[in-house]
């Protein structure tokens, strides 16, 4: 159980501060809220490709604790639930598909799936006021979020089927090792 410990603690740290200097590095900030990000998400999957499930959950949940301590925007009690630990915390998910070939990207689009469903859950529940114009608030919730996270999904997913980029992760996960 504690085997490597410190190495995955430092692993996940990293990981963790990366995606968050990455979810600073915005290619497009939406007015009200979401952005497409230099690949944060990915950053966040890592630990949970490297180490499994139950890594990458807590990873995930740390990250979108300090996601709410950095930028928080809070209405109700549950929509900080939503919002930041399982919205964030769902990229463990990535974990599911760690010894699978392609994994990571399996993994990645599973993650990111979930991140859909809890900002779509979220943008129906808290944030339906700012529907566009003859739009009911989960039709809204659902196109907008995703324009931003699957236009980010889509340009790591093609960064991640680059030869050099896949070698890299394969070496990067027996350093994580």
Partial sequence: MFKNATKKLVFCAVAI??????????????????????????????????????????TGFAYGILQLLIDPYILFPIQLIVDYLLAFGVFGLCGIFTHSKNGLIKGYITAIMGRYFFSVLSGWLFFGEYAWEGWGALTYSLAYNAIYIFAEGAITIIILALPPIKKLMTSLKSMAK
Wanted: hydrophobic share 50%; glycine share 12%.
């Fill in 17 to 58: 501060a990366l995606g968050t200097i990455l979810s600073n590095i915005k290619l497009y900030h939406f007015p009200t809220g979401g952005s497409i990000t230099l690949l944060s998400m990915l950053a966040i999957c890592l630990p949970a490709y490297w180490y499994g499930l139950r890594i990458g959950l807590i």
